[in-house]
């Protein structure tokens, strides 16, 4: 039995949570509560999460090495919920967990019975979260939309249009990442008043309202204020030169804030008069002559050696660190230090890395991990969990019902 013991440690052991999630947003949300300790049975459809294949990098079919690291800690099961019997068996595994956590649009989960007002009755305790694309209450409601979708609409993209002259993607899905853990941290929210109240809650988190609020947290800036006091943005970060700089041999990023460690900054680099220069000599005056201050880091850097000028900042206590690209994180030796990577045999894909949990919990983590599971690979021992004899999970197995 691939099953989770009991002991395991972690804040949320014992906690149940159906996860009818699919791609990154859902996932990395469900993947979250189950490193905490959770107990977590992956619902997939016939052919399974497209993740499964999305991804380059595999060892065998529908096994991504990205669907390896958002599906560690779950449980599959395949239910087919366009039929009777497999919407009935999905229901029963809600009725006795704790969170139901999906990001199937609104008015599909509706038509289902799965939406919090059909499921309340049948688990008054239920914790129902919703990821979705777009609030209900909006016009852009029950659209589709990935991560891109939401970059482009919520002004991630139009932040680079500010800073490069044209709109670009962050190169990886922050929104969902940032969606997914957002929604993590309000199930964690609802558990806790579920034990003050015993009710259960319905969620809604959207992905453009919440990266919306990312971005204009940021960036609103004078347009706090109504009206507004000047120009939306700041411009340290819409800069062009907000990005690691030059040097001789590579690059190195630098980030002096404070009186102290900007003066300590000008001294480094020979350059003490610039402490007196007036855009310069207060934190105000650096952000109000951000470019300024900003050619002055680009036209000192660019004379050194990165390991030299790290040298010379450490000395002098100045915000400074080198560059890693994605392959350099793989030997990076504060990682290292920490335990960050970790190897294991995996059942069926043998020897894979995966990433060790950072939170950390004095009160106990989760001790055993499990790999991210095949599709369907726990069908038969879940429905088993469920109250299902072994003739009736031969005949939803034989009509398709699941698999």
């Given at each position: 039995m691939n099953r989770p013991a009991k002991g395991t440690g972690g804040p949320l052991e014992g906690v149940k949570v159906v996860d009818l999630t699919t791609v990154v947003v859902g996932p990395i949300c469900t993947r979250t509560l189950a490193d905490q300790g959770a107990e977590v049975v992956k619902v997939e459809a016939p052919g399974g999460d497209i993740l499964r294949y999305l991804a380059a990098g595999s060892r065998t079919p529908a096994m991504s090495g990205k669907f390896i690291n958002f599906n560690r800690n779950k449980r599959s099961i395949v239910l087919d919920i366009k039929q009777p019997e497999g919407l009935a068996a999905l229901k029963r595994l809600i009725a006795a967990a704790d969170v139901f956590v999906s990001n199937v649009r609104p008015a599909a989960l509706a038509r289902a019975g799965l939406d919090h007002a059909s499921l309340a009755p049948l688990n008054p305790r239920l914790i129902h979260c919703g990821i979705v694309a777009f609030g209900t209450d909006g016009r852009y409601a029950n659209r589709p939309a990935y991560d891109p979708i939401i970059q482009s609409l919520s002004g991630v993209a139009g932040t680079f249009d500010r800073a490069i002259g044209e709109p670009r993607f962050v190169p990886m899905v922050m929104t969902d990442h940032i969606t997914g853990l957002v929604s993590a941290q309000a199930i964690g929210f609802a558990l806790y008043r579920r034990e003050k109240t015993g009710v259960g809650e319905a969620i809604e988190v959207p992905m453009f309202e919440t990266m919306a609020s990312f971005v204009t947290s940021e960036h609103l800036g004078a347009a706090t204020f109504d009206p507004p006091e000047g120009p939306t943005g700041d411009a340290r970060l819409l800069s062009a030169d907000y990005r690691p700089l030059p040097t001789l041999d590579g690059y190195i990023t630098v980030r002096p804030n404070d009186n102290r460690q900007s003066f300590a900054f000008f001294d480094?680099?020979?350059r003490p008069e610039l402490k007196e220069d007036p855009r310069f000599s207060t934190p105000i005056r650096r952000t109000e002559n951000a470019a300024d201050y900003f050619t002055v880091q680009v036209e000192a850097l660019a004379t050194k050696t990165t390991a030299t000028w790290l040298e010379i900042f450490a000395k002098a206590d100045v915000p400074a660190a080198g560059y890693n690209t994605i392959d350099d994180l793989l030997e990076d030796p504060h990682?290292?230090?920490?335990?960050?990577?970790?190897?294991?045999?995996?059942?069926?894909?043998?020897?894979?890395?995966?990433?060790?949990t950072p939170v950390t919990f004095r009160g106990g983590m989760r001790e055993q991990v499990l790999p991210a599971p095949r599709l369907g690979a726990q069908t038969r021992e879940i429905l088993a969990e469920a109250g299902y004899d072994a003739v009736q999970i031969d005949a939803m197995l034989a009509t398709g019902a699941a698999q």
């Open positions: 480094a680099i020979g990682l290292q230090d920490v335990g960050f990577w970790n190897f294991d045999e995996h059942p069926t894909e043998g020897r894979i890395r995966r990433t060790r």
